[in-house]
């Protein structure tokens, strides 16, 4: 997988999302919405795409990020921003971004079927657990005559 590729177009959506909602709708400064992509799309990758997703899957990742980009944003825009309405903006950007990164997980996930032989994928996703049973209940023998 080609991480620079995958973090870049995480971040360009980031940026967008962020452009479009705290820079048009709220007016925050272009610095802080640079600012706010770097911190919370690195962040992301690493926690929710990195560790959580191909460990736990889609849905727990989508999950992950959309509370980290929720709290992640809030707390930025609480000490960076003059924002009246932080639960507003936040929840509009972090919605968006939520909905980006459902299908950017498949994205990734492709990604990686395409640089993982079938055993690998087999080995990494198998999480069941399996016993080992036996024929034998009884220690004794079956042949053996009862005296």
């Known amino acids: ?47 929710g795409d990195m560790l959580i997703l191909p460990r736990a899957g889609n849905g727990i990742a989508t999950a992950a990020d959309f509370g980290i980009a929720f709290i992640g944003l809030s707390l930025l825009s609480y000490m960076f921003t003059n ?38 994928r087999v080995r990494k996703h198998n999480t069941e657990l399996q016993t080992e049973t036996s024929d034998e209940l009884s220690p004794y023998p079956k042949n053996e005559n009862k005296k």
Do not use: P, R
């Not at 620079?4 to 980031?14: D, G, P, Q, R, T």
């Not at 903006?89 to 498949?106: D, G, N, R, S």
């Open 1 to 47: 997988m080609n991480h620079f590729l995958s973090l870049l177009i995480k971040l360009v959506a980031i940026f967008g999302v962020f452009l479009l909602v705290l820079g048009l709708g709220y007016g925050v400064s272009m610095q802080n919405i640079v600012l706010f992509t770097l911190i919370l799309g690195i962040g992301a990758y690493l926690i």
């Open 83 to 120: 924002v009246q309405n932080i639960f507003t903006m936040t929840l509009i950007a972090t919605v968006i971004i939520t909905i980006f990164e459902y299908f950017y997980h498949m994205y990734l996930e492709a990604q990686e079927v395409e640089d993982h032989s079938e055993e690998d």
